[in-house]
């Protein structure tokens, strides 16, 4: 079985510092890890995915996320927040034994970011 | 290329009505994955059709229902609403992958309330 821990369901962060939000996973196969955000009244988008190739794993507007096994780890990072960046963030996983493409998310963390 | 588009973006309907909803996965994708997402449960994986067969199934009654066209269309129905019912219904679609690495694009969703 495979599940996601999202470590605070709330993060703020003032204009211009770093953003870190937490991701934890657990996976008895080798594991596909992505993350979306989502804003207000939309979809999700893709920001990033690890599919075992690079560890550090660079995304979309600036965001990045490093893969660290030892951890069952994949934190999204990103050095300069932007008032763009305020929205909802979702952490999830996929099996390499996945018969299709069910993805198991977090709980989701919403990053707020101030003037 | 367009998105994944869902209809209708909103719907109010009350306990113990049925509900279809439509998604029309991206040009070319062949899977159409739908998840249901609600402030209390979060994100949750519903089911998956891939070439008009379910693949993948979570874990909700079989009140949810689904099915896939011949060109990807895939609709799901929820039968004998519940209160409960009351979420964001959204629909990915992907290329055609199993194993779980491919990239799942997803819709804006259907607001869907039960009164």
């Known amino acids: 079985a495979q599940s996601v821990t999202q470590l605070g369901s709330h993060v703020s962060v003032s204009e211009g510092a770093l953003v870190l939000l937490r991701c934890n996973y657990s996976s008895s196969v080798p594991p596909y890890l992505f993350w979306y955000v989502q804003y207000p009244n939309q979809g999700l988008q893709l920001l990033l995915k690890?599919?075992?190739?690079?560890?550090l794993v660079k995304g979309i507007n600036g965001f990045e996320a490093e893969f660290k096994k030892s951890e069952t780890s994949f934190h999204l990072t990103k050095p300069s927040a932007h008032m763009s960046d305020a929205a909802e963030y979702f952490c999830?996983?996929?099996?390499?034994?996945?018969?299709?493409?069910?993805?198991?998310f977090g709980g989701g963390t919403r990053l707020m970011v101030k003037p | 290329k367009a998105g994944v588009t869902q209809t209708p973006r909103y719907l109010i309907k009350t306990r113990g009505q049925q509900v279809t909803l439509s998604c029309s996965p991206i040009s070319g994708h062949r899977s159409v994955s739908w998840y249901q997402q609600t402030p209390g449960q979060g994100l949750q994986f519903l089911f998956e059709y891939f070439s008009e067969t379910q693949r993948n199934k979570g874990n909700f009654p079989g009140r949810f229902s689904g099915r896939q066209f011949s060109n990807s269309r895939s609709e799901m129905n929820v039968s004998t609403l519940e209160l409960g019912d009351s979420a964001l219904y959204l629909c990915?679609?992907?290329?055609?992958?199993?194993?779980?690495?491919?990239?799942?694009?997803f819709g804006p969703g259907t607001r869907l309330t039960v009164l």
């Open positions: 990915a679609s992907s290329l055609a992958a199993i194993g779980g690495t491919d990239t799942q694009y």
């Open positions: 690890y599919t075992s190739a690079a560890t």
């Open positions: 999830a996983v996929s099996g390499a034994n996945n018969a299709g493409n069910m993805l198991t």
